[in-house]
């Protein structure tokens, strides 16, 4: 095989990769788009709103970290609408909530909490206060599981981004690549 049939074999398969690279970017940026509106049009059903300026956590105050409020800063008065957000919200607004409504115990050791107590004094107000700080616990999980679900969908969707970006340099690089090697091609059989 001589070397001008080479260069337009490999410059041929070049034009191709580019091709499917474009494909590839195109359908990385199609899921990034489907994830990120998927996100935000689930979030803003649900009309969560990240405390507003007055009534925002202080640091040291309730169980809330420099950290914690550092997290929420930029959120302040804003409606829950990105995964950002509801990782914010779900690690330091709920989480902090919860420690304290449970006082440093998680759901399932309340819930344990309860059915020992439900099994031995079922009509004490002690248990009946275990069963209302169980259900609290509860929907405080919930909701923070699903917002951080809600935030990996979100971050699936980033890297997808990312993705389709690098598929479309590929595709350039190739691209230019496959015509340096037709010119090439071209130049050999000149000579």
């Keep these: 095989m001589n070397r001008k049939t080479l260069d337009k074999m490999v410059s041929y398969l070049g034009l191709a990769l580019a091709g499917l690279l474009v494909v590839a970017g195109y359908l990385a940026y199609t899921g990034y788009s489907f994830a990120d509106t998927s996100v935000t049009e689930q979030l803003a059903q649900q009309n969560i709103n990240f405390p507003t300026t007055d009534t925002a956590p202080v640091a040291g105050e309730g169980g809330f970290t420099q ?9 302040i008065g804003t409606s829950l609408t990105t995964g950002d957000g509801a990782k914010a919200y779900a690690d330091h607004y709920i989480a902090v909530h919860m420690a304290g409504i449970g006082g440093g115990k998680t759901y399932s050791e309340i819930s344990g909490a309860y059915m020992a107590a439900l099994a031995s004094d079922p009509t004490a107000p002690e248990t009946a206060a275990l069963g209302q700080q ?20 979100w971050s699936i969707g980033q890297i997808a981004l990312i993705a389709s970006y690098a598929c479309y340099v590929g595709a350039v690089v190739m691209f230019l690549l496959a015509l340096f090697g037709f010119r090439h091609a071209k130049a050999v059989e000149t000579a």
């Design 67 to 75: 950290a914690d409020i550092d997290a929420l800063a930029p959120f």
């Design 134 to 153: 169980r259900m609290t616990m509860f929907m405080g999980d919930t909701l923070r599981g699903l917002l951080l679900e809600g935030y990996a969908f």
